[in-house]
């Protein structure tokens, strides 16, 4: 499984205030909707403010997080679902959809939680989904780094313009 690795316990996050965008593709919906799921709950439990816009799919992702951030969002979770198949297509979407996010997280300096799955298989979505039985659930993570990353930015931004140095 993917998550090993991860942190056992987080640093508590205010995210009162937050304006975040959830923009979820829409393939393979049970896959989908838990993600889903997991990302509101815990921009809930953070304190943000959540909308949620649904797209045909994972290509579609970037220019949607993008329209999004430059909207006034402070953060996008993105979520798509990208299954492997017989033929090149995963790959131009995987790379696509990566490369799309990691530019407008770059171009617009807002944080974008990658909630993206890129998977061999519709078990491994459904290991990963947040739902019940699963073993992760990469919605909730991908919403708690976009807010604790919105968090650490507004920190900064704060401790820069009060001319306090800022420690990293």
Not at 5 to 19: K, N, S
Not at 130 to 138: A, F, I, N, Q, R
Not at 153 to 159: G, M, N, P, Q, V
């Given at each position: 499984?993917?998550?090993?690795?991860?942190?056992?316990?987080?640093?508590?996050?205010?995210?009162?205030?937050?304006?975040v965008t959830v923009v979820a593709g829409t393939w393979h919906t049970a896959i989908s909707d838990?993600?889903?799921?997991?990302?509101?709950?815990?921009?809930?439990?953070?304190?943000?403010?959540?909308t949620v816009v649904r797209v045909p799919g994972s290509f579609e992702l970037p220019v949607v997080?993008?329209?999004?951030?430059?909207?006034?969002?402070?953060?996008?979770?993105?979520?798509?679902?990208?299954?492997?198949?017989?033929?090149?297509?995963?790959?131009?979407v995987s790379d696509a959809a990566t490369s799309g996010l990691l530019r407008v997280t770059l171009d617009t300096g807002k944080p974008v939680g990658f909630g993206v799955l890129t998977l061999d298989d519709e078990q491994q979505g459904l290991d990963r989904a947040?739902?019940?039985?699963?073993?992760?659930?990469?919605g909730r993570e991908a919403a708690h780094a976009a807010v604790s990353t919105a968090?650490?930015?507004?920190?900064?931004?704060?401790?820069?313009?009060s001319g306090r140095v800022v420690g990293f």
């Open positions: 499984m993917s998550g090993a690795g991860a942190p056992t316990e987080q640093e508590p996050v205010d995210g009162r205030g937050l304006r838990g993600l889903l799921a997991g990302a509101l709950a815990t921009i809930a439990e953070l304190g943000a403010e959540a997080a993008k329209a999004a951030l430059e909207a006034g969002a402070d953060a996008v979770v993105a979520l798509g679902v990208i299954i492997r198949g017989g033929t090149p297509h995963f790959e131009y947040g739902l019940p039985g699963s073993k992760e659930d990469k968090v650490q930015l507004r920190d900064i931004a704060r401790r820069a313009s």
